[in-house]
């Protein structure tokens, strides 16, 4: 009963809107062992696989949530980089831990000519453009959700979802 008391108590953590569920998982500030945490984390993930079609995890920068095993039932990873070398060297690191053939690369900021190299098997999904817009609205703390459905960003990452398989970001 407990159990089905956790899993009740997660998918009523989900935020609902325009067909999409989303859970901001936090990240720990504390010093000393996360297992409890990540344990936690791992048990809620288990809960929402099962109640989805698809999950996205937007996970912090780096390699430690794969580490942890928290992403264990993960069946591919889309890797959003900047471009920079510290973000390509984590792209190359998760594609060697996951197998490459399970990795998709999103360049996210991306200005126009720049061109960067991929780890070999790793699949590129697409461009993000550099907005404006958007570094207003996280300067102002505005949700992305209120961006206008012709955001050149927001197409971008409409066409990298559809390319991938998955419903369309923007409720289009």
């Avoid at 390509?88 to 399970?102: C, K, N, S, W, Y």
Wanted: with cysteine; net charge negative.
């Amino acid at each position: 009963q407990a159990a089905d008391q956790l899993d009740y108590l997660v998918l009523e953590a989900l935020a609902e809107r325009d067909g999409h569920a989303v859970i901001a998982m936090g990240r720990t500030t504390e010093k000393g062992c996360f297992c409890p945490a990540n344990t936690l984390l791992r048990k809620a993930l288990e809960v929402i696989v099962k109640a989805f079609p698809v999950t996205l995890i937007d996970a912090e920068a780096g390699v430690e949530q794969i580490n942890r095993q928290v992403t264990d039932r993960i069946t591919h990873a889309v890797v959003v980089t900047d471009g920079s070398k510290r973000s390509r060297d984590t792209l190359e690191v998760i594609a060697q831990m996951l197998g490459p053939e399970r990795v998709g690369a999103v360049e996210n900021r991306s200005r126009e000519g720049v061109v960067w190299a991929l780890p070999p098997g790793v699949r590129f999904a697409g461009r993000i453009p550099e907005d404006e817009l958007i570094r207003s609205f996280d300067a102002q703390g505005t949700a992305l959700w209120d961006l206008p459905k012709d955001n050149p960003a927001l197409l971008a990452a409409d066409a990298i979802v559809d390319a991938l398989g998955l419903a369309p970001v923007g409720g289009a």
